[in-house]
């Protein structure tokens, strides 16, 4: 099933410096923060080999006891993060991640440039209710990535937690793997065009006071 756009729109394309950072190693333009089990060997196959992790949350081993310490975790982890934030969780750690974004303070939520989750439905449905949080869009663009073999329940189940979340979704199965990896590229490539066009618009304005006449 090839991505779907959900819930809000990707950053456009444009010309010049756009263009050329499309190319760009996303370690110029992200700190990335992975959570849960598994995440290094799919962060490379996104992202490339040589891709460094700011920061790695574990999973709570006890949901009941640990989950403000998680969220404390990942606020300090955002907070130290240098560039804006590239979220990667897999599992149960999806739903944590979410949970901390709808309830956390508009300061640490401004740092998420956007997030992947990678493989929500492996979480069992007990682990993803203590997480519950009000069903409200994330504040951040995001891509959901489903499932080893993906059936139609599963493919629905995962539709509906993406547009929960107002993400998108790319349920492509693992074994192709070329198809899989693709989307999340090009989600990291559209939010790296993103983090470009904010910079040269910052520039611009900082540009055009500098040089604005004088009485």
């Not at 992790?53 to 081993?61: C, N, Q, S």
């Not at 440039?113 to 409200?136: K, M, Q």
């Not at 599963?154 to 107002?166: F, H, P, S, T, Y």
Request: charged share 20%; proline share 6%.
């Amino acid at each position: 099933m090839p991505m779907a756009r959900i819930g809000y729109s990707f950053s456009q394309y444009r010309t010049g410096s756009i263009a050329v950072a499309l190319a760009a190693i996303p370690n110029d333009f992200f700190s990335v923060i992975t959570a849960g089990h598994h995440t290094s060997g799919i962060l490379q196959a996104i992202l490339g080999s040589g891709q460094p992790v700011g920061a790695h949350l574990d999973d709570p081993t006890d949901i009941d006891r640990q989950r403000s310490l998680w969220a404390a975790k990942l606020d300090h982890a955002i907070l130290r993060a240098e560039r804006p934030v590239l979220l990667v969780a897999r599992g149960q750690s999806c739903f944590a991640a979410t949970w901390w974004a709808r309830l956390s303070p508009r300061d640490y939520i401004a740092r998420v440039a956007g997030a992947l989750f990678i493989d929500p439905l492996e979480a069992d449905g007990a682990a993803a209710a203590r997480f519950a949080s009000p069903r409200i869009r994330l504040p951040f663009p995001s891509l959901l990535l489903n499932g080893e073999s993906p059936d139609s329940d599963a493919v629905r189940r995962a539709q509906a937690l993406a547009l929960e979340w107002g993400g998108a979704l790319d349920s492509a199965p693992r074994t192709e793997a070329l198809s899989r990896w693709q989307g999340a590229r090009e989600f990291v490539m559209r939010m790296t065009a993103g983090v470009v066009d904010r910079r040269a618009q910052a520039a611009g304005a900082l540009a055009a006071a500098l040089h604005a006449p004088k009485d």
